[in-house]
């Protein structure tokens, strides 16, 4: 679920950390039930009043995802729960079960499918997200481009895949 809050000019905001002041509204983290509540006014219904809904709503919040990821991410790594490269994380799958694998979507296929059939012959089911380019994996962890990754089980990996959880309502983890 994601809480929106209605601002003092009566414009909806997404409230990812559901901290914001203000009273909520609370919907699916799901494009289509974002979308659908906008058009059918059930943000006016909720709210007991009229309120603006953007336009742009449901690609504003994915946007505020992605980026929570990739700076949940930035924290787990300087935190020292993430292994990084081709060799890092190969390293890292044999000697334990990783919370999560993030593959950039622009690796290369190879190298991407070595480190799929070492996860699954060590670990069975480790989950994988694609969904990032190298270039923005490398900016949230302080690297130029980063193509493998993966996040030990932690407080970052669970903060990680709640976040995670909400944008594969709004985009394809595997693209």
């Known amino acids: ?53 953007p336009d742009d709503l449901s690609d504003s919040i994915e946007r505020l995802l992605e980026a929570r990821a990739l700076s949940l991410l930035g924290l787990a790594r300087r935190g020292g729960d993430v292994a990084l490269g081709y060799d890092a994380v190969r390293l890292a799958l044999k000697s334990a079960r ?16 070595k480190i799929d059939r070492l996860a699954q012959g060590a670990w069975g089911d480790v989950p994988v997200v694609a969904c990032f380019s190298a270039e923005t994996m490398g900016e949230a962890l302080g690297r130029g481009t980063v193509v493998h990754a993966s996040l030990a089980t932690s407080a970052h990996s669970r903060a990680f895949g709640e976040t995670i959880g909400k944008l594969a309502g709004f985009r394809s983890l595997d693209s």
């Open 98 to 113: 990783p919370a999560w694998r993030i593959e950039a979507n622009d690796g290369a296929e190879d190298g991407r499918g």
């Open 1 to 53: 679920m994601l809480r929106l809050v209605i601002g003092p000019d009566d414009l909806l905001y997404p409230d990812l950390a559901a901290k914001l002041p203000g009273r909520g509204i609370w919907v699916s983290a799901d494009r289509t039930a974002v979308d659908l509540a906008g058009k059918k006014g059930l943000f006016n219904k909720s709210a007991g009043r009229a309120v603006k809904v």
